[in-house]
């Protein structure tokens, strides 16, 4: 059972950090790769045994079993790891260790460097926390960890304006967005007395309450804040800039989607899937998902700061996801519902990796011309090639070029909506139109007549260069077998997760 | 086995073609010619042109970037990739479901190469082409897209093995249908092909992006020469290829049937045909179209594209539709 190491390697890593940068500087960097890279094998090893089973994978805290003595409810903390959650972590690790690789670097101009890998490694702790636990407390106590770890990395920069201004927007927000969350379970821990999710899955179905719906929507409303869904992804825009460019690669890539629609999917699907109307909550998340779409995709052409474009792209490529499981629950039991759902989370991981790319082709030209104004950004290419083509790669990732990974999951979102409701694959269609034309002025500024300042530009060194290669490779591999990994992977985990019986009795022993 | 024979084949139809759209070439610029009553270049010009451009030296900007020189060679790459699915009197050889998309693609991918190859090299004319020859990318995809689904959409109704695939134009074609509504939307429709094909080769009204006296060869400026040669053999091709779309579209009828023939002399022969059909298309579009109009400013172009072909575009699949409804008998 490798599960516990999942948390406890990286955790480990987090608190010794402080003792072993007391060594220098090369023993710091050393050690958190290390720890980022034992973590990546413990994930892929979970992830390979729960694919292989296809079971739940379950580990108690404390004891042989998540039941009281004498009793048939669960008293303690269990974790619970299905093949959605198992994919998620396997995407956590892997982009972190991308992003530490990267940050060696990156990172090596600033002051307060043990803070920031410490931070770096609890922000994973926490991500990879609410990918496997099954206590609704637990989750909450992995969300602040990573929430506050991440208000924490977006200030790290704290003698730039912007960097303050948006980790305090981002902290108030947030923290307000927690809050929520925390009264929503509250609520339910009030009405059924449990915070186990499997068995208060059971509970909700036995009785589904006013009480539960309430809960139900301020921890979604919560959920949607800590995801960018449009009304509040206004802290989205600043904090990805603001942030070093290593930090925005996590927020981007994987915060947004842990905290926000992994979350969401979990709790609307494993949670509440036989207890409430998922009709009525699929079209909900569907407005939000369309608003989403438009807004995000729409913003991201009229910026001129190149870290904030590709932000409001994350705005946007979420808003793809949560189509997916709108629709996903909307269509609960149907081929078309699976199959949205199945390209949600294809989405996840595909957006993962190419937006990770992008943000660590935006700090390469941070780091090299200290500017990420797209105005004075003109024709990189000619000195910077290897970075251009990496974000040429992850551009087209982006708007769903055929050969890379982008294509296969949002043609499943298309062709899921398109059966779904023509109307949702029109507005699809149109932010990715919207997708292509901001990604394409980025383009012709790369690759377009250089300017005086891109003259003396040189490529970043190899430790920045390596995890951008890396995630090219992985990219342009994906992209290669879109079906195959669809048909193995996505689809099957999507399966798991509309199947909410086999998690529960994953719990409960059929009891 | 049956891979190699596929990949034996496209090798001979990438020879044919290559060989073909030059050839066309030539034709047009006698016929061009002899409507100017000038006497022309001889038939084989092309392929001189070719050669001699092949041999000369290729000068690369200073201010050009990699993708410069990376972006003819994509070009060809993907014209030839394109030929794996077009359809040329027989079924395309890697036709399966679905793979309008990516013919569509492929075809819009050649423009968009052209487009970065332009900006790449760091030159104002080009970047003013590029960003021409951007917006006209855009435009006239929409009219043939919408007319292209609306005739793969009612080709279904006939039960076809593979929706949605170039091959379905020779398993039944749209004048099949034979209501007078279905005729006349298709007429619309064969009309709004014609002028996107005019428009998708860059000749008459549409020589915008190019513009030879205007901008020095737009898009081209900078390229000279085997860069110059890979960009025009992929034009060529291209040209083939957008012809063959229209001819598979409206006259898909071969004749290897009426002389008995099958197998590889009746796909021949078929070949053969399909040819002269391209060519009696492109005479039109192309030919006599470039004799006889000059070109439009960018916005005129524009505005052709979205209050004319794709009004005509969208009249002609409502005909369609209308038709498929059954409403008027």
Same mark, same amino acid.
């Given at each position: ?16 950090? #402080?003792?072993?940068?007391? &060594? ?10 290390? +720890? ?37 409810? #669960? ?5 619970? +790891? ?39 490694? !609890? ?55 927690? &809050? ?19 068995? !208060? ?26 995801? @960018? ?68 995709? &729409? ?15 994350? +705005? ?9 499981? @709108? ?5 609960? @039991? ?108 980025? !383009? ?15 490529? #970043? ?20 077998? #879109? ?17 909410? @019986?086999?998690?529960?009795? &994953? ?5 | ?329």
């Amino acid at each position: 059972m490798m599960l516990p190491y999942l948390i406890t390697i990286p955790l480990f890593g987090a608190f010794a950090l #402080p003792i072993v940068s007391l &060594a220098g500087r090369k023993a710091r960097e050393l050690w958190a790769i290390l +720890v980022s890279a034992l973590t990546l094998g413990v994930a892929t090893e979970v992830f390979r045994t729960v694919w292989k089973s296809g079971e739940v994978m379950v580990y108690t805290l404390g004891a042989e079993s998540p039941l009281g003595q004498g009793v048939d409810f #669960p008293i303690r903390i269990v974790w619970e +790891v299905d093949l959605l959650g198992a994919i998620v972590a396997l995407m956590i690790a892997f982009i972190a260790f991308v992003a530490i690789l990267y940050s060696t670097e990156y990172m090596r101009h600033d002051t307060g460097l043990e803070k920031y890998y410490a931070l770096i490694l !609890l922000l994973e702790v926490g991500m990879l926390g609410i990918a496997i636990t099954g206590d609704l407390f637990n989750f909450y106590v992995f969300l602040e960890i990573m929430s506050i770890a991440s208000y924490a990395l977006v200030a790290f920069r704290n003698d730039t304006w912007e960097g303050i201004e948006a980790g305090i927007k981002y902290m108030f927000a947030g923290s307000l967005a927690s &809050a929520f969350i925390l009264l929503g379970i509250a609520l339910l821990y009030g009405q059924y007395g449990t915070l186990t999710m499997a068995y !208060l899955a059971k509970q909700i179905a036995a009785n589904p309450t006013f009480t539960a719906k309430v809960a139900l929507g301020l921890i979604a409303g919560g959920l949607l804040f800590k995801s @960018g869904a449009v009304p509040v992804h206004m802290w989205l825009a600043d904090a990805h800039p603001a942030a070093p460019s290593s930090i925005s690669a996590m927020l981007s890539g994987l915060v947004i989607k842990i905290g926000g629609t992994y979350a969401l999917a979990r709790l609307a699907f494993s949670v509440y899937g036989m207890g409430i109307n998922l009709r009525t909550l699929g079209w909900i998340i569907i407005f939000f998902a369309c608003l989403t779409l438009i807004v995000g995709n &729409a913003m991201a052409i009229v910026q001129t700061d190149m870290k904030r474009l590709f932000a409001f792209s994350s +705005v946007g490529q979420i808003g793809y996801i949560l189509l997916g499981i @709108g629709i996903g629950l909307a269509a609960y @039991g149907s081929d078309v519902g699976e199959v949205a759902l199945a390209g949600a989370i294809y989405h996840t991981v595909n957006h993962a990796l190419m937006k990770a790319l992008l943000f660590l082709v935006a700090g390469a030209v941070i780091h090299q011309l200290g500017t990420k104004n797209l105005n004075e950004l003109s024709g990189i290419a000619r000195k910077m090639p290897v970075t251009s083509f990496a974000f040429l790669v992850g551009a087209a990732a982006i708007i769903g070029l055929p050969p890379l990974n982008g294509f296969a999951s949002k043609w499943l979102i298309y062709e899921s909506s398109a059966l779904f409701n023509p109307f949702l694959a029109a507005i699809a269609v149109i932010g990715t139109a919207f997708c292509t034309a901001a990604y394409i002025r980025v !383009l012709f500024t790369f690759f377009g007549r250089p300017s005086e300042k891109v003259m003396n530009a040189k490529e #970043p060194g190899k430790a920045m260069l390596v995890p951008m290669m890396i995630l090219v490779l992985a990219i342009i591999l994906m992209g290669l077998f #879109p079906w195959a990994i669809s048909e193995k992977v996505m689809i099957p985990a999507a399966k798991m997760l509309e199947n909410v @019986g086999t998690y529960v009795s &994953a719990v409960l022993g059929g009891a | 086995m049956n891979v190699l024979y596929a990949t034996l084949g496209f090798i001979a139809v990438y020879a044919y073609v290559s060989f073909a759209s030059l050839l066309w070439g030539g034709i047009d610029r006698k016929l061009v010619a002899r409507m100017q009553r000038r006497m022309g270049p001889p038939l084989l010009q092309p392929f001189y042109d070719f050669l001699k451009l092949v041999g000369k030296e290729s000068i690369i900007p200073r201010n050009a970037n990699k993708f410069f020189e990376l972006a003819p060679v994509l070009a060809l790459a993907t014209s030839i990739a394109l030929l794996a699915y077009t359809p040329l009197g027989f079924e395309p050889l890697f036709g399966t479901k679905g793979d309008v998309i990516l013919f569509i693609y492929l075809l819009t991918l050649i423009g968009f190469l052209r487009v970065l190859g332009a900006v790449s090299s760091g030159s104002p004319y080009a970047q003013i082409g590029a960003q021409r020859e951007m917006i006209i990318l855009v435009s006239r995809e929409a009219p043939m897209m919408l007319g292209l689904f609306t005739v793969l959409w009612r080709l279904n109704e006939f039960g076809v093995t593979k929706p949605f695939s170039m091959g379905t134009f020779y398993e039944h074609n749209i004048w099949e249908l034979g209501t007078p509504l279905s005729f006349i939307g298709t007429l619309i429709l064969l009309f709004v092909f014609l002028v996107w094909l005019a428009s998708e080769i860059e000749v008459g009204y549409f020589d915008i992006p190019e513009a030879e006296t205007e901008l020095a060869e737009g898009t081209m400026a900078e390229y000279s020469g085997r860069h110059l040669a890979l960009f025009e053999l992929a034009n060529a091709i291209k040209a083939f290829v957008s012809a063959s779309l229209v001819v598979a579209i409206f006259l898909p009828w071969g004749i290897s049937p009426y002389l008995g023939l099958s197998g590889t002399e009746g796909m021949i022969v078929d070949l053969l045909f399909h040819t002269l059909k391209v060519f009696a298309v492109l005479f039109v579009s192309m030919s006599v179209f470039r004799a006889v109009t000059g070109r439009l400013r960018i916005t005129q172009a524009v505005n052709l594209f979205w209050t004319r072909l794709l009004p005509a575009s969208i009249v002609g699949a409502l005909l369609l539709a209308i038709d498929a409804m059954g409403v008027i008998a």
